[in-house]
């Protein structure tokens, strides 16, 4: 398994609150992203990250911001959460630069907004 | 706009059968075809990746198949066992940029 970890697992939270989670690796790799999860939608894009402070927007990036000041870490933040971000929110890394490579996913944060 | 559709939602089989799940793409423009496993409460782990110029690629008991004229793609499972039981995505990168389009999963349950 790729060395992905993200934190916290579970977070309850109410409306309105800024909320920050984390998505560690120890691969070294390059890309980061930031996926919801949500029933019927499959995975969205939040926000992904090609090097340290390098990101760009995804499909559903309103209410959300990003940083990355270290290979290692990418952080997602909710700058005012709202019931409808209630979600499970993955992270995935990918090592290439091209378009073969495979993304490898962490285990998830199950989010709950009040 | 991209959109990936999986057909159907869930799937319910007798251990031992063959089955297909089925995966379609709007835009042929793809570089390539991702198939994902998603256990309950856990992250996704990626099956098979198949190139826009491959037709097929094989993984033990996994076989996934790409028709881009058709916007078709589908994961054949030999011999299903009880730990198949998953649900399984299926992601496409278009040409264009970095990021996948998903469809929303089949989940499959295997009986015993």
């Known amino acids: 398994d790729a060395g992905i970890t993200q934190s916290p697992r579970h977070k309850v939270t109410e409306t309105g609150t800024p909320v920050t989670l984390r998505c560690h690796q120890t691969e070294n790799h390059r890309y980061m992203y930031w996926y919801r999860q949500d029933p019927g939608h499959g995975l969205r894009l939040i926000h992904y990250s090609y090097g340290v402070k390098d990101t760009d927007k995804g499909e559903v990036s309103d209410g959300y911001s990003v940083s990355r000041s270290k290979t290692e870490d990418f952080l997602l933040t909710l700058e005012s959460a709202t019931s409808s971000q209630t979600s499970v929110y993955f992270c995935?890394?990918?090592?290439?630069?091209?378009?073969?490579?495979?993304?490898?996913f962490g285990p998830g944060t199950r989010l709950t907004v009040l | 706009k991209q959109e990936v559709t999986q057909i159907p939602a869930a799937l319910s089989v007798p251990e031992g059968e063959n089955l297909v799940l089925n995966c379609s793409f709007t835009?042929?423009?793809?570089?390539?075809l991702q198939w994902f496993r998603q256990d309950p409460g856990k992250g996704l782990t990626s099956l098979l990746l198949?190139?826009?110029s491959q037709r097929e690629q094989t993984s033990g008991r996994l076989n996934a198949s790409l028709d881009k004229s058709s916007g078709r793609s589908t994961l054949y499972i030999a011999a299903s066992q009880p730990g198949d039981s998953a649900t399984y995505l299926c992601a496409v990168r278009p040409n264009s940029n970095y990021q996948l389009i998903w469809g929303a999963g089949t989940k499959l349950i295997i009986k015993p």
């Open positions: 995935a890394i990918s090592a290439e630069e091209d378009y073969t490579d495979t993304q490898y």
């Open positions: 835009d042929s423009a793809i570089y390539n």
């Open positions: 198949i190139q826009s």
